[in-house]
C-alpha cells in the first residue's frame, strides 16, 4: 500500500471529480493461467477487474496474492482518476457492487467518505 499521504492526497483529487449517477463492479478473480518467471515458483495470479455499467474495463491488473481491501480500494481511486483507455473521463460513480463481503464491510465506510454507496452482490454476472 502506498504512503499514507500519497493515499489521502489520492482521496482529495477523487472528491473533486464529477460524480456520474452510475454503478461499476469490482471483483478479484484468480486466473485461468500460470505465470512461470526463471527464478521463482510458478503461480496463478489473481485479477482485480472494474466494470462500468456499460461493461468497460475502468482498471485491471495481475497480482501474485489476493488483493486486500485497501489495495482494493487504492485501485479504485486510481480508476476514478484515470480510467483506463475507452472506459471514459475521470469521474466517481454513485454506486459500487462488489462480490466479497469482507471486501464490503471494508469499503463501505472509505466509499462513503466520497459520497459512493458499497453494494454486495454475490454474484456479478456482467464480470462472468
Not at 84 to 95: E, F, H, L, S, V
Request: aromatic fraction near 8%.
Amino acid at each position: 500500500m502506498s504512503d499514507p499521504r500519497q493515499l489521502e492526497g489520492l482521496v482529495q483529487q477523487v472528491q473533486r471529480l464529477p460524480q456520474h449517477d452510475e454503478y461499476w463492479a469490482a471483483t478479484s478473480r484468480l486466473a485461468r493461467l500460470w505465470i512461470t518467471p526463471k527464478h521463482a515458483p510458478p503461480y496463478r495470479p489473481y485479477v482485480p477487474l472494474l466494470l462500468s455499467q456499460q461493461g468497460k474495463i475502468v482498471s485491471s491488473r495481475v497480482l501474485e496474492h489476493p488483493p486486500a481491501a485497501t489495495t482494493l480500494f487504492e485501485e479504485l481511486l486510481r480508476a476514478m482518476r484515470r480510467p483506463a483507455w475507452g472506459a471514459g473521463r475521470a469521474r466517481r460513480p454513485t454506486r459500487m457492487y462488489l462480490d466479497n463481503a469482507e471486501d464490503v464491510a471494508t469499503l463501505t465506510p472509505l466509499l462513503e467518505a466520497l459520497n459512493i454507496q458499497c453494494v454486495y452482490r454475490p454474484t456479478l454476472s456482467m464480470a462472468e
